[in-house]
């Protein structure tokens, strides 16, 4: 018997960026009664069936982009005789699914830490596994170090770290302070620092730290919470940062090599004295969620605590004053947007210094406001799509093959999903073109990087707009072939020397490096995801 975690995917690219985290933090959440459990990233190489064999147990995560292959992995593995799990952030809000379309015995909801253990061991100890079991939100002292000694090294550019989960903020767009919850759960920074050693006395230099948002607390969030007498409150923020800043302090201490990378929110531009401690901590850049470039824009997605115009091209501007490089998130389709926004945003984004930049299409994410709201409207005139298997209603368009699949689902006032579709494609293309990316690659420090940088800008637009925007399958095709050569290359430019020497601070026991080692689960677990994302089967 073997047990099989799969991180499914319709896409492989024989190389990723960034390791899919949950695949290991559940292999360490693995009973040792199990065995190494097999790890299957599909983002590198799809599952080869013949590799399940009957009693075998097969973990699956999903999302609501790789629902669908997901499903059709599990329908295989059971169909071979396998015991099937389904996790993940679209399992926890559609668990229903998990047994209707992919054959599912149980699904684990919410956090895989500790719950993946307790199904995986009712199935090796003969019991018929519950229907669901409840992760819940565990606390930050529980989520788990990654079993890296399992990961390909030859396969990943980035590993990635989780030093924290949830989200204070209410985005209408984003489901992660529905599903992660609002209130920020801090995993101890000795426990994060010994998982990054030992990442880099196996050759890894390059870090992800995998936060919803590795800036908790604002300092809009302190003065509020004086203003209003709430010392409870304010205790309890003043906490949180000050366990922010020690880790980042910690990190600085770590081989200057390394290079870290994060997500946070535009507020952090106000917040000289944290991005400087970014800085010293070689957190060289970080995901910034934009969204918009209008003030209208910004109050569709209940962001107006974004800035816009100037003051926006200003804020992202400081990043990149306190050493910080932005890659900004900007969302297209937006009921206020009008054909001019997308040159608006391109041409602010280049005038702001952006290093990176996505531009995504307008998606109502299952569990967000956005999503709610467009399914009550749906209620009242339905759309269906036909698909060779039937009907499927338009409010469940992760269900609808890739290739008939529209590429948005709420109309806009004045323009096509086709029209948004290819300006949105033109936007990429504007931003990724060799001469802008040539000039934003000045920013590296030697020949090395400035040509890792060229690379890594062009796959990162191949990746994700040539593969994702296209709707022409030859073009998609073509997308792929040249994201895998393109990744094989980059890859190589990040390949680092191990550091077998490297050795962590000697915390107090509590915190030691053994403690976060592979447990052998019958109980809570000892100590320590996402993407964006991670930590969830």
Not at 132 to 146: C, H, K, N, V, W
Not at 177 to 191: F, I, Y
Request: charged content about 20%; proline content about 6%.
């Amino acid at each position: 018997m073997s047990v099989h975690l799969v991180n499914p995917s319709d896409n492989s690219f024989g190389t990723a960026v960034i390791t899919p985290r949950w695949l290991f933090v559940l292999a360490a959440a693995t009973p040792s009664i199990a065995g190494d459990p097999i790890l299957i990233d599909e983002s590198i190489e799809q599952i080869i069936p013949e590799c399940i064999q009957s009693g075998d147990i097969v973990g699956i995560s999903v999302h609501t982009g790789n629902a669908l292959r997901g499903y059709e992995v599990g329908r295989i593995a059971r169909e071979r005789g396998a015991w099937v799990i389904y996790g993940g952030i679209h399992a926890t809000l559609f668990p229903e699914e998990a047994f209707e379309r992919g054959n599912a015995h149980a699904v684990v909801k919410g956090d895989g830490d500790i719950a993946w253990g307790k199904a995986v061991t009712d199935i090796l100890t003969g019991s018929q596994p519950e229907k669901i079991y409840e992760g819940g939100r565990i606390s930050g002292t529980d989520f788990l170090a990654a079993r890296w000694d399992l990961m390909p090294r030859d396969k990943y550019m980035w590993a990635s770290v989780q030093t924290i989960r949830g989200c204070p903020k209410h985005c209408s767009f984003c489901s992660v302070w529905r599903t992660d919850g609002q209130q920020p759960r801090q995993r101890p920074h000795q426990s994060v620092i010994d998982e990054i050693v030992n990442l880099r006395q196996i050759g890894f230099r390059f870090i992800a730290l995998a936060d919803d948002n590795f800036y908790p607390v604002t300092l809009t969030d302190l003065r509020l919470a004086r203003e209003q007498n709430n010392e409870a409150k304010l205790a309890e923020l003043t906490a949180i940062r000050a366990e922010r800043f020690l880790l980042m302090a910690e990190l600085a201490k770590l081989p200057k090599d390394m290079v870290f990378f994060t997500q946070i929110t535009m507020e952090a531009g106000e917040d000289g004295e944290y991005l400087d401690a970014m800085r010293k901590a070689n957190i060289k850049g970080a995901l910034v969620g934009v969204e918009a470039v209008t003030p209208e824009g910004l109050k569709a997605v209940f962001k107006d605590f974004n800035y816009s115009g100037e003051a926006l091209a200003r804020q992202l501007q400081t990043f990149k004053k306190h050493g910080v490089h932005v890659l900004g998130s900007f969302i297209f389709g937006l009921p206020t947007d009008k054909p001019a926004t997308f040159d608006a945003t391109v041409e602010m984004a280049l005038k702001a210094g952006v290093t990176f930049a996505q531009f995504v299409m307008m998606t109502p994410f299952p569990g967000t406001v956005d999503f709610g709201r467009w399914e009550k409207e749906q209620a009242k005139a339905p759309e269906v799509v036909a698909t060779p298997t039937g009907d499927i209603p338009i409010t469940r368009y992760w269900l609808i093959p890739t290739a008939i699949r529209p590429k948005m689902f709420t109309p806009h006032p004045s323009m096509s999903s086709i029209e948004i579709s290819q300006r949105t494609q033109k936007v990429w293309d504007r931003f990724y073109d060799w001469s802008s990316i040539w000039q934003r690659s000045a920013c590296t420090p030697t020949l090395r990087a400035r040509v890792a940088f060229m690379f890594l800008s062009k796959l990162y637009r191949q990746m994700y707009a040539g593969t994702g925007i296209s709707t022409d399958s030859a073009r998609r095709k073509k997308s792929k072939t040249w994201a895998r050569w393109t990744a094989k290359q980059c890859r190589k430019l990040f390949a680092a020397k191990p550091m077998p020497e490297l050795q962590s601070p000697a915390w107090e026991h509590a915190f030691s490096s053994a403690n976060l080692r592979r447990p052998a689960f019958l109980g809570p677990q000892e100590n320590p995801s996402p993407f964006t994302v991670i930590t969830k089967l």
